[in-house]
């Protein structure tokens, strides 16, 4: 397929125009799709699944842009890539939007029953998947969308399947009851690590159990949860407790119920905490129900699914836990129990999905045993088997996979896995099955199937070998797994990249990924994590459509730096948007210069007699710009490559290479006008290159305008190869001096407030008797061109003309002639002025970095930028003395 070619490449680049119209021309030319016959090395990255409830946020966008980056650099370097995109069902989430969805009709999916419900949840999935991919497209995802997956596939499903009835088979899955995190709003179990602790503020309220020999004497207990105090059934001090030792096998009287409580000895209970004495409640508490097992205490669940209180909290049953805690604790008060209550900030649990405070319960759930599976999944990674970036992730991974617990894999919803666990209604014979079995494998009476779904997670962790279509052997497992690189954020490293490691070498004998790059987080430009409640979210949809994907993207990538959050604010975006518009300026420039040309003239090499100073340079930069990049890509340095190519391109191709090119194409002769446009085109096509994994639709609409042949889309453009041979560094450094007299120039002009397109007459002193006087004066039209001025000479050991105003570089002195363009007595006074003025800057920044409150209480970032502003003040300060010593003789 061919893409219609602009027949002029309009004044002003406007994204809207091309990012549609470019897509659909990629997607469908096959570049995506990799060739399973090719013999190019692979290169494979499964997308993390964005929900399908979920729109794209700035942390998508970021991880979607860095994979891009990756997927289409490989592409270019020769690799045969494969990018497998889908969604995950999202189990809990979706079933409650759903859910929502239903109550505004007055219904609840009990009203539809399970098999109209889940008619619902796929028409709403249907909707959002959609909905997701379209927005992965807009933003230049250049996945394969033939192998696009989703979690409830029917692949995905047997691959899930699979995996259950092995690990049930061999003894790793089990049903037991035991105390589970329990979303009352959800109404089904959680995994420790989907909740969410978040420290606020509460009440310690400190309660009077008395004796049962002595009814005058007590014991004073505190606790932060006084409605789960009916569920208590023992008392609980630490052994080593001089206060409480005489106290062990006497028994108190539980407030209100009249339960007669032993008073046990464990280790487990802090002397510190409130007054060193514990109420025991194993129905309700994670930590008494393991001090209950220990000492073969029974349960009393207070609490039921619903976060209400049950039979067994007699008067107060069927209250809510708010509602009970508020009459229990005035009931304590009414009768004397209530010693005091006092302020106390603690952790509370919360629901990841719904922020619902969650409730340990007494729960009959599914488990996997996952010690043994852990194993080789800490050695796999010890071994660098797999390599986390940046490695500091590792200490995260292993101090886990050390402390790893068995996993509740059940939930009670609808939408998701249902367990393929089958019991028989006779027999009571329970198996996992592959299949729907109607009878008992063991005695052929009826079986009915579990009806809990499986953790959404537990999908996912088969991800990278179930998307290439395990448990078959196919031509993409053989290829593509394991995978080269998984791009994920640092909260899911616990859910999904540990339990993906463990499964992937579990059932295929290999770890499921090479490398796991950790994307940082997505903050605002004061550091602040983003949220639409706090109201600093920034939607990325918004941007690209105003700005363009590219110019996000870009500035996404630009400030990625491994082991640092990202601050995004506006003014980056902008600054992104202003390097697109400046890229297609100059681009503009060289198809205005060059649109007699064919693709055999420009691609055609350029001899080396031909080549100039500056000709010298910009080759010599661009390979040291290609090796650089191509490095830093390789080790996932994205900041540092995007900022390589944004120096090179704005500060040395566009604004000085061009510049000096313009004397070539407008006065020089025949040949040296073709030698500028070869270059030109040449450098440039190099450029979009290097620039095409960032920002994908500028530089393949510019190459789409380019006279080349090379290839029909830069996507498959080969990445550019240095060539060291023409690297010269002395030509850098000669150049770097003509710069640097530049600058100096344009300095003293704008300092002295004479327009920079006035001829001024410059003497240039060299300082260095060993200088490079000879090249300076054959390119002096290097100086005059880019500082608008006349050279009158140059030399080692001039004398400074009265009149001359004087500044210095590195190894040579200006004198500018200022005489009749300023009024030196009117200048000496504003310069005195401004003196004044970035003293008085200087003072206040000076104020600010030896606070010893501002250094330690200010963001780090804050911190340099204003030890900066002090030292380019002091540089300003410096050269604004200089300057005013040098009129002033």
């Given at each position: 397929m061919s893409i219609e070619k602009s027949k002029a490449i309009p004044?002003?680049?406007?994204?809207?125009?091309?990012?549609?119209?470019?897509?659909?021309?990629?997607?469908?030319?096959?570049?995506?799709?990799?060739?399973?016959?090719?013999?190019?090395?692979?290169?494979?990255?499964?997308?993390?699944?964005?929900?399908?409830t979920g729109f794209l946020h700035m942390g998508h966008a970021l991880n979607l842009t860095l994979q891009d980056i990756l997927a289409r650099f490989k592409r270019m370097r020769g690799f045969n890539v494969l990018w497998v995109p889908g969604t995950d069902h999202a189990g809990i989430a979706t079933q409650n939007v759903v859910e929502r969805e239903l109550a505004k009709e007055g219904l609840s999916r009990h009203d539809l029953g399970r098999e109209k419900f889940l008619e619902r949840v796929w028409q709403w999935k249907e909707v959002y998947h959609k909905r997701i991919r379209n927005q992965l497209k807009r933003m230049g995802a250049s996945c394969d969308w033939t192998r696009e997956r989703f979690t409830m596939d029917e692949g995905l499903s047997r691959a899930v399947k699979e995996v259950f009835v092995r690990l049930f088979e061999e003894g790793f899955i089990y049903q037991g009851e035991y105390i589970v995190n329990w979303c009352p709003r959800c109404e089904t179990a959680l995994a420790d690590i989907e909740v969410d602790f978040k420290e606020q503020k509460g009440k310690l309220y400190y309660i009077r159990y008395y004796f049962k020999d002595d009814p005058e004497k007590f014991l004073t207990i505190a606790t932060?949860?006084?409605?789960?105090?009916?569920?208590?059934?023992?008392?609980?001090?630490?052994?080593?407790?001089?206060?409480?030792?005489?106290?062990?096998?006497?028994?108190?009287?539980?407030?209100?119920?009249?339960?007669?409580?032993?008073?046990?000895?464990?280790?487990?209970?802090?002397?510190?905490?409130?007054?060193?004495?514990?109420?025991?409640?194993?129905?309700?508490?994670?930590?008494?129900?393991?001090?209950?097992?220990?000492?073969?205490?029974?349960?009393?669940?207070?609490?039921?699914?619903?976060?209400?209180?049950?039979?067994?909290?007699?008067?107060?049953?069927?209250?809510?836990?708010?509602?009970?805690?508020?009459?229990?604790?005035?009931?304590?008060?009414?009768?004397?129990?209530?010693?005091?209550?006092?302020?106390?900030?603690?952790?509370?649990?919360?629901?990841?999905?719904?922020?619902?405070v969650v409730e340990p319960l007494i729960s009959k759930q599914w488990f996997v045993k996952m010690k043994e599976l852990a194993t080789p999944a800490i050695k796999a990674v010890a071994e660098k088997q797999i390599e986390f970036i940046p490695e500091n992730w590792e200490k995260v991974y292993f101090e886990w996979m050390y402390n790893i617990k068995d996993w509740c894999i059940s939930r009670q919803i609808w939408w998701g896995h249902q367990i393929p666990i089958f019991t028989c209604e006779e027999c009571n014979f329970?198996?996992?099955?592959?299949?729907?079995?109607?009878?008992?494998?063991?005695?052929?009476?009826?079986?009915?199937?579990?009806?809990?779904?499986?953790?959404?997670?537990?999908?996912?962790?088969?991800?990278?070998?179930?998307?290439?279509?395990?448990?078959?052997?196919?031509?993409?497992?053989?290829?593509?797994?394991?995978?080269?690189?998984?791009?994920?954020?640092?909260?899911?490293?616990?859910?999904?990249?540990?339990?993906?490691?463990?499964?992937?070498?579990?059932?295929?004998?290999?770890?499921?990924?090479?490398?796991?790059?950790?994307?940082?987080?997505?903050?605002?430009?004061?550091?602040?994590?983003?949220?639409?409640?706090?109201?600093?979210?920034?939607?990325?949809?918004?941007?690209?459509?105003?700005?363009?994907?590219?110019?996000?993207?870009?500035?996404?990538?630009?400030?990625?730096?491994?082991?640092?959050?990202?601050?995004?604010?506006?003014?980056?975006?902008?600054?992104?948007?202003?390097?697109?518009?400046?890229?297609?300026?100059?681009?503009?420039?060289?198809?205005?210069?060059?649109?007699?040309?064919?693709?055999?003239?420009?691609?055609?090499?350029?001899?080396?007699?031909?080549?100039?100073?500056?000709?010298?340079?910009?080759?010599?930069?661009?390979?040291?710009?290609?090796?650089?990049?191509?490095?830093?890509?390789?080790?996932?340095?994205?900041?540092?490559?995007?900022?390589?190519?944004?120096?090179?391109?704005?500060?040395?191709?566009?604004?000085?290479?061009?510049?000096?090119?313009?004397?070539?194409?407008y006065e020089g002769k025949p040949q040296e006008r073709r030698k500028a446009q070869q270059l030109l085109v040449q450098i440039l096509s190099q450029i979009l290159k290097?620039?095409?994994?960032?920002?994908?639709?500028?530089?393949?609409e510019i190459w789409q305008n380019l006279p080349l042949s090379e290839a029909e889309s830069i996507m498959i453009a080969p990445w550019p190869e240095s060539s060291p041979e023409k690297i010269d560094f002395e030509v850098d450094e000669l150049i770097g001096i003509f710069q640097a007299i530049i600058r100096e120039i344009r300095f003293l002009k704008s300092e002295l407030r004479i327009p920079l397109?006035?001829?001024?007459?410059?003497?240039?002193?060299?300082?260095?008797?060993?200088?490079?006087?000879?090249?300076?004066?054959?390119?002096?039209?290097?100086?005059e061109t880019l500082a608008r001025c006349t050279v009158k000479e140059i030399g080692v050991g001039l004398e400074r003309p009265e009149g001359f105003a004087i500044s210095s570089t590195k190894g040579a002195e200006i004198y500018l002639n200022v005489e009749g363009a300023i009024d030196i007595g009117q200048e000496l006074q504003r310069l005195e002025k401004k003196i004044q003025e970035v003293d008085e800057e200087l003072e206040r920044v000076s104020r600010r970095i030896n606070n010893p409150d501002f250094l330690n209480r200010a963001p780090e970032e804050t911190v340099q930028r204003e030890k900066r502003r002090f030292s380019e003040l002091n540089a300003e300060k410096a050269k604004l003395v200089r300057l005013k010593e040098a009129i002033a003789k």
């Open positions: 004044r002003a680049f406007d994204p809207s125009e091309i990012e549609g119209k470019l897509y659909s021309f990629w997607e469908k030319s096959g570049f995506f799709t990799p060739d399973l016959e090719s013999s190019k090395p692979p290169f494979s990255i499964v997308i993390p699944p964005p929900n399908v932060t949860r006084p409605e789960t105090m009916l569920g208590d059934v023992a008392v609980a001090v630490n052994p080593e407790d001089e206060r409480y030792k005489a106290l062990i096998g006497k028994v108190v009287i539980l407030p209100l119920v009249g339960r007669e409580l032993p008073i046990i000895a464990d280790a487990y209970v802090d002397p510190k905490f409130g007054t060193g004495v514990l109420k025991v409640t194993p129905a309700h508490d994670f930590n008494d129900f393991e001090l209950g097992k220990r000492h073969n205490l029974p349960l009393v669940k207070v609490i039921d699914q619903k976060a209400r209180m049950t039979g067994e909290a007699g008067e107060f049953a069927g209250l809510s836990r708010e509602e009970c805690r508020e009459k229990i604790v005035a009931r304590l008060s009414q009768l004397g129990y209530l010693e005091r209550v006092e302020d106390h900030t603690h952790a509370v649990g919360r629901c990841y999905r719904c922020t619902t329970v198996f996992a099955h592959r299949n729907q079995p109607e009878r008992c494998p063991k005695c052929g009476g009826k079986v009915h199937q579990e009806e809990d779904v499986l953790d959404t997670w537990f999908s996912s962790a088969l991800w990278p070998f179930s998307t290439l279509g395990w448990p078959q052997k196919t031509k993409e497992l053989e290829i593509f797994y394991p995978t080269s690189v998984l791009v994920t954020g640092f909260d899911i490293i616990f859910f999904w990249v540990a339990r993906m490691i463990m499964m992937g070498l579990k059932f295929t004998g290999e770890v499921p990924f090479r490398k796991v790059y950790i994307t940082p987080l997505v903050r605002d430009a004061q550091g602040r994590k983003m949220s639409k409640s706090a109201g600093n979210a920034i939607d990325p949809l918004e941007i690209t459509q105003k700005y363009g994907v590219d110019s996000l993207r870009f500035a996404l990538a630009w400030l990625t730096i491994q082991g640092r959050d990202i601050n995004l604010s506006m003014e980056r975006i902008e600054a992104s948007r202003n390097f697109m518009n400046k890229l297609w300026n100059a681009s503009r420039f060289v198809l205005m210069n060059t649109e007699e040309l064919r693709p055999s003239d420009v691609e055609e090499p350029v001899p080396v007699s031909l080549l100039d100073l500056k000709d010298r340079w910009i080759l010599s930069r661009l390979q040291q710009t290609i090796e650089q990049a191509t490095s830093e890509l390789e080790r996932f340095n994205f900041g540092e490559y995007t900022n390589l190519i944004y120096e090179f391109v704005w500060g040395e191709f566009c604004d000085w290479y061009i510049e000096w090119c313009k004397k070539d194409l290097l620039l095409h994994p960032i920002a994908p639709y500028i530089t393949e397109t006035h001829q001024s007459e410059v003497i240039i002193n060299l300082t260095d008797a060993s200088s490079p006087v000879e090249e300076l004066n054959t390119y002096k039209n290097y100086i």
